[in-house]
C-alpha cells in the first residue's frame, strides 16, 4: 500500500477500530475503507492480548484525508485535547455533520460547535468563515459572544453578532 500523506492521524480505541472507520466513511463523501490488518502470531497476541485475526488497524479516507485507527486496548482513552475540525460551507451541512456525528454521542460534550461522537472522540463543527468572521478585533468579540453560549453554531447569528454596530 503505498502512504497518501507524510503525516497521517492515528486513533487509538480499545477494539472499534473497524466500527468506526466504517462509521466515519459512511459521513463522510469521498471516503474509504483502505486496508485492514489484523492480529497474527504468538508473539503479537501475547503483547497485545488480542485474539488471532482479531482487526489490529484499518486504514481508511474521510474526503481523501488518510487515518488510520488501531485496535490496541483500553489503555488509552481521547480526551479534547485533540479534536477533529469540519469547516462547513453552509447551515444545511453544518446541520448534517453535527447530526451525524452527533449520533450515540455525549450530549453533555456539547459546547462552542464541538462535540463527542459515540467513541468518544471530539470533533468542531464550523462554519468555513469563522477565522474570517474572527480577523478585526470589534467583530471578533460580537462573534465570540454570540457563540460562548451555543451548542450547535448557528451561521446566521454570527455573521449578524459580526455585522451588529
Known amino acids: 500500500m503505498k502512504i497518501a500523506s507524510k503525516i497521517s492521524p492515528c486513533l487509538w480505541f480499545d477494539d ?5 472507520a466504517r462509521f466515519y466513511t ?4 469521498a471516503s474509504k475503507i483502505v486496508q485492514t490488518t ?3 502470531g504468538r508473539k503479537m497476541t501475547e503483547v497485545s492480548g488480542r485474539p488471532e485475526g482479531s482487526v489490529l488497524t484499518v486504514a481508511f479516507e474521510l474526503a481523501g484525508v ?3 485507527a488501531l485496535n490496541g486496548g483500553p489503555i488509552f482513552k481521547f480526551n479534547e485535547a485533540i479534536s477533529l475540525q469540519v469547516h462547513c460551507e453552509s447551515q444545511q451541512e453544518l446541520d448534517q455533520y453535527w447530526t451525524a456525528l452527533n449520533d450515540g454521542g455525549d450530549p453533555s460534550a456539547q459546547q462552542c460547535g ?3 461522537d459515540r467513541y468518544g472522540l471530539s470533533w468542531q463543527i464550523v462554519p468555513a468563515l469563522l477565522p474570517t468572521l ?3 478585533p470589534a467583530r471578533a468579540q460580537r462573534v465570540m459572544e454570540a ?3 451555543m451548542k450547535k453554531l448557528d451561521i446566521d447569528k454570527l455573521q ?6
Do not use: R, V
Open 16 to 20: 472499534q477500530a473497524e466500527a468506526a
Open 26 to 29: 459512511g459521513i463522510f463523501p
Open 38 to 40: 489484523h492480529y497474527h
Open 66 to 68: 488518510p487515518f488510520t
Open 114 to 116: 464541538w462535540l463527542k
Open 134 to 136: 474572527l480577523t478585526d
Open 147 to 149: 457563540l460562548l453560549p
Open 160 to 165: 449578524q453578532a459580526a455585522d451588529a454596530s
